[in-house]
């Protein structure tokens, strides 16, 4: 186990390299599974929920064979297992996106529940409407969710809420059935988009990706591709939101400026200057951040995903702003870790009212989940002090080279290994 260790009160300055996106990533992987021939992926983010997904694809059958740090060559012709074990998935969301890979390569799929970040009840049951209404047979026993189907038949599906899993699986289970499937409601996010154009590379023929209504006319065959993931545009906006948090300058490099237009609109608001280029970003602060309310909806709203790392930047604004949560549950958890550091967060429901501070000062504190994750490093680095945090583990899924990027930024920041008093007794 390891921790990080963060002397805080340094702007950043710089200049940092955003790798490929996490969630087109976790997508596309599973993807692969649908050629009927090897494909090279470039631009992978080495990150843990990539290397989980990658050995997933092995336990299939498929082969993996690195290419270089960011390219990996996947071979799906051998895969013949239809099942991911609970040790595969429970650490991952994506690990859900199987059951639409294997129903749309081999008609069946046995996939144990997906894990993943904790915000209250995450329910899979768009996901499993849409299989059934494309043909296949779903049952949940054994604690696998497992589908079958004879042959799986385009269809016309609403979906009740906008979710990012349920388009994304059935656009993998819909691209080889036969005839037109039609998504109503389907989420737009940059990652939808580029599973699609992933797809469409292989010759598949979907429309409409990037709208509320998604076309996909099944072929039947899809032949290999060669393609590189877009940029991350949470990771993108973490660091931009620690430039401002820091009251630092940065140019944020390798990004879709376009795919992060709400996360600029709120650090305009709040008084950054931010200059936009073709495939980066600049970010300068110079004085204490302004408050501002932010509500997180479906793209193209503010990501949820950037909801904690942006709660850190107003928690040391001047004024009291309000955050309302307008995806998840409950994805408050890490406001008590916050208020170790002596923020002043009061939650009431899917709201936060958040009264600035002038600074936050260091306390040991958790990465409850992968974003607070991310927000505790920036709280760290806001913050006067050194502060340790635990549970890294969580960040690693998201966020490559975490270390190496920031103190490249300027920032103090190490990776420890973390003293485990019981398993050091176990073994004295
Ligand atoms: C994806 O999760 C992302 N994960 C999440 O990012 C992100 O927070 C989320 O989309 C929203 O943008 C991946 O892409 C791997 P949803 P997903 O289905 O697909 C409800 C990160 O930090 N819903 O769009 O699981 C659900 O409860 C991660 O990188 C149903 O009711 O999210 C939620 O309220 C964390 N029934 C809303 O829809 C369903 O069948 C949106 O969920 C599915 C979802």
């Known amino acids: 186990m390891e921790k990080f260790v963060i002397g805080g009160g340094r702007p950043l300055r710089g200049e940092v390299r955003i790798s490929g996106a996490k969630n087109a990533a976790v997508a596309i992987l599973p993807a692969v599974l649908l050629s009927d021939e090897p494909c090279v992926i470039e631009n992978l ?28 060559e996947i071979d799906p012709r051998h895969v013949n297992s239809f099942v991911v074990s609970k040790q595969m998935a429970e650490g991952m969301r994506a690990s859900s996106y199987f059951l639409g890979a294997l129903l749309g390569r081999m008609n069946k799929a046995r996939v144990a529940p997906p894990g993943g970040c904790d915000f209250g009840v995450r329910p899979i049951d768009q996901h499993i409407k849409g299989f059934e209404a494309l043909g296949a047979k779903m049952s949940f026993e054994n604690g696998m969710v497992s589908g079958r189907a004879q042959r799986l038949s385009g269809c016309s599906i609403y979906l009740d809420v906008v979710s990012v899993g349920a388009t994304i699986n059935i656009m993998l289970a819909a691209v080889k059935a036969s005839g037109l499937t039609v998504i109503e409601n389907a989420a737009r996010e940059p990652h939808i988009v580029d599973l699609a154009n992933f797809l469409n590379s292989m010759g598949a023929d979907i429309m409409g990706a990037g709208t ?11 032949h290999g591709t060669n393609y590189s993931i877009i940029p991350d545009q949470i990771e993108a906006g973490t660091y931009m939101a620690a430039a401002v948090a820091t009251g630092g300058d940065v140019l944020v490099t390798n990004v879709t400026p376009k795919h992060l237009e709400s996360i600029i609109a709120k650090l305009v608001e709040v008084g950054a200057d931010v200059t936009e280029y073709d495939e980066s970003v600049r970010v300068r602060m110079d004085h204490r951040p302004k408050k501002c309310n932010v509500k997180t909806m479906p793209h193209p709203g503010f990501p949820t995903d950037m909801q904690p790392q942006i709660a850190v930047l107003l928690a040391v604004a001047e004024g009291t702003s309000i955050i309302t949560e307008g995806v998840w549950d409950s994805r408050f958890r890490y406001v008590d870790q916050l208020t170790l550091m002596g923020a002043d967060i009061q939650v009431d429901g899917k709201m936060a009212v958040i009264t600035g501070v002038k600074t936050l000062h260091a306390a040991p504190v958790r990465a409850v989940d992968l974003r607070a994750g991310a927000a505790m490093v920036i709280a760290g680095l806001v913050a006067t002090g050194t502060t340790e945090i635990e549970d890294i583990d969580h960040i690693d899924r998201g966020y490559e080279d975490i270390v190496e990027k920031f103190s490249a930024l300027g920032a103090k920041i190490k990776r420890v290994p973390v003293f485990d008093a019981s398993a050091a007794l176990k073994q004295a």
């Open 45 to 72: 983010p080495g990150i843990s929920d990539v290397h989980t997904l990658l050995r997933t694809l092995e336990s299939l059958g498929a082969q993996v064979r690195p290419i270089n740090k960011t390219t990996v």
């Open 212 to 222: 509320g209504v998604i076309k996909i006319r099944g072929v039947q065959h899809l």
